[in-house]
């Protein structure tokens, strides 16, 4: 069974720009989670979508927004992009909300550049 | 709220030492416990879990025993490998909040 899909892998966006980021969770799975990875910060939450309404949102501006559609896929887009959005972008997908307390499976992430 | 606590390193072993880390947690009620990888260059991968106290989670070698009264989850290998070079996250999920995850613990293992 495929697991995750996140792309694209790898861009290199300039400030000032928009960024849209794709993640197919493994079938079947409802639950699409959003986390942002930075070698400061760790893993931050960043919001997660179920059944394509947002449950949570975690403690970021609201340049960052997403959505989830009726296959369970989900984006996330970050607008007018600053030099601190450089960051793997981590999606995860689960059957249930991540509150349930299930396991959630990460994809392999999408590396941001901001220049 | 939720919290995890981990060590943080760099962790530097030999081949074939020995290999604990510590996660200790603070949550009410019956969370679950993670351990979860993350090899360079890639996204983090289920290591083990366990779900309930005196469970113990193993996988490739790793094990980590759910322990409540001192709400710990520590993850020990016997005999590291090269290979297991990588970062490695303690996390929590409990009923009705979302994952929490430590802040990972990088691990180097010199041939």
């Known amino acids: 069974k495929a697991g995750v899909t996140q792309t694209p892998r790898y861009l290199i966006k300039t400030r000032g720009q928009q960024v849209t980021l794709s993640c197919s969770p493994i079938s079947g799975h409802r639950s699409v989670s959003w986390y942002q990875q930075t070698p400061g910060q760790g893993l931050q939450f960043l919001f997660e979508?179920?059944?394509?309404?947002?449950?949570n949102k975690g403690n970021f501006p609201g340049r960052f927004s997403g959505r989830q559609f009726s296959n369970s896929r989900s984006e996330m887009n970050v607008s007018t992009l600053e030099l601190g959005d450089s960051a793997l972008y981590l999606c995860?997908?689960?059957?249930?909300?991540?509150?349930?307390?299930?396991?959630?499976?990460f994809g392999e992430g999408s590396w941001l550049t901001v220049v | 709220g939720d919290s995890v606590t981990q060590m943080e390193g760099p962790v530097t072993l030999s081949e074939e030492a020995f290999l604990t880390i510590n996660c200790t947690y603070t949550?009410?009620?019956?969370?679950?416990l993670f351990w979860y990888v993350q090899y360079p260059g890639e996204g983090l991968q289920l290591l083990l879990k366990?779900?309930?106290?005196?469970d113990k989670g193993s996988n490739k070698g790793f094990e980590a025993t759910y322990r409540k009264e001192t709400t710990s989850f520590h993850l020990e290998k016997g005999s590291v490998q090269v290979s297991d070079s990588a970062v490695y996250f303690c996390?929590?999920?409990?009923?009705?909040?979302?994952?929490?995850f430590g802040p990972g613990t990088r691990l180097s293992v010199l041939p």
């Open positions: 996390a929590l999920a409990n009923y009705g909040q979302n994952f929490v």
């Open positions: 949550a009410t009620g019956y969370p679950s």
């Open positions: 366990a779900t309930k106290a005196d």
């Open positions: 979508y179920f059944s394509e309404t947002q449950r």
């Open positions: 995860a997908s689960s059957l249930e909300p991540t509150s349930s307390g299930n396991t959630i499976y």
